[in-house]
C-alpha cells in the first residue's frame, strides 16, 4: 500500500480549499494513541496532502484536563518534526478569522 487510510484525500482537500476550511491537527489525538507510529504517519500524510492542495492548517492541544497542556513552542516543535514549515505551525490563520467573525453580523451586513 502506497498510502494510509488517514481520513483525508485529494477530494477533501480540494473542498476544504474551495470552502476555506483550515485543516486542524490534535496534539491530545497523539498524547493519547495507543499506537502513536501510526497515527503520526497517517498525520504526516495528512500535511503533504494540505500543502500539495494548499489547504490551510492549524494545530492545537485540544486538552481536556491540565495534565495534558502543553507549552505552544512544544507543540510547534512536534508538528514541524512531522513535516510542517514554520509559517505553517504559526496559529495566525485563527486569529485572523476569528477577528473577521466577530465583525460579520449577518449576511450582507459587517461591523466596520
Avoid: P
Avoid at 56 to 70: D, G, Q, Y
Amino acid at each position: 500500500m502506497h498510502q494510509r487510510d488517514s481520513g483525508l484525500n485529494q477530494v477533501l482537500c480540494k473542498l476544504a480549499k474551495e470552502n476555506k476550511v483550515a485543516i486542524g491537527f490534535s496534539f491530545r489525538a497523539i498524547l493519547n494513541s495507543k499506537d502513536r507510529a501510526k497515527l503520526m504517519g497517517r498525520i504526516i500524510q495528512n500535511i503533504r496532502l494540505c500543502r500539495k492542495y494548499k489547504v490551510k492548517m492549524v494545530v492545537s492541544s485540544f486538552a481536556k484536563n491540565e495534565s495534558e497542556t502543553r507549552n505552544v513552542k512544544d507543540i510547534q516543535a512536534l508538528f514541524r518534526i512531522l513535516g510542517m514549515t514554520g509559517v505553517e505551525v504559526k496559529m495566525d490563520y485563527v486569529e485572523k478569522r476569528l477577528d473577521w467573525k466577530r465583525r460579520y453580523i449577518r449576511k450582507g451586513v459587517m461591523k466596520v
